[in-house]
């Protein structure tokens, strides 16, 4: 069973920076596409950015500029935010297709990690 764990969430004030990361872990045999996606209280969850296996990175267009989604090993995915914003404030979920297809039909899920902004 694959397991998708994600780790750097946390408390900064506008303007900062932060780094998320997730690793999948378990009995691997392929995972195509991985990225990120948000979920604020009050809101439906939205796609940040995403990665596919070749190396393709698409962002949603808040997240253009300002974040950076990497992928490496093949089974892991990052998340670098900068220029951090309150309207950031967020459970952030790591997301993966262990099958080929796109980051919209996902079959794992992390656990999510909280990242808050406020001054």
């Known amino acids: 069973q694959v397991r998708l764990e994600e780790s750097g969430g946390g408390l900064v004030q506008p303007g900062a920076s932060l780094r998320l990361a997730c690793a999948a872990s378990?009995?691997?045999?392929?995972?195509?596409?991985m990225g990120w996606y948000r979920q604020a209280p009050g809101k439906q969850r939205e796609l940040v950015a995403f990665?596919?296996?070749?190396?393709?990175a698409r962002y949603s267009d808040f997240a253009k500029g300002r974040f950076t989604v990497s992928r490496e090993n093949g089974t892991m995915v990052s998340l670098q935010m900068n220029s951090l914003k309150p309207e950031d404030t967020a459970v952030y979920y790591c997301?993966?297709?262990?099958?080929?297809?796109?980051?919209?039909?996902?079959?794992?899920w992390g656990q999510g990690t909280q990242v808050t902004v406020s001054s």
């Open positions: 997301a993966a297709n262990s099958r080929p297809g796109s980051i919209d039909a996902s079959d794992l």
């Open positions: 378990g009995i691997i045999f392929r995972i195509g596409v």
């Open positions: 990665v596919t296996d070749g190396g393709l």
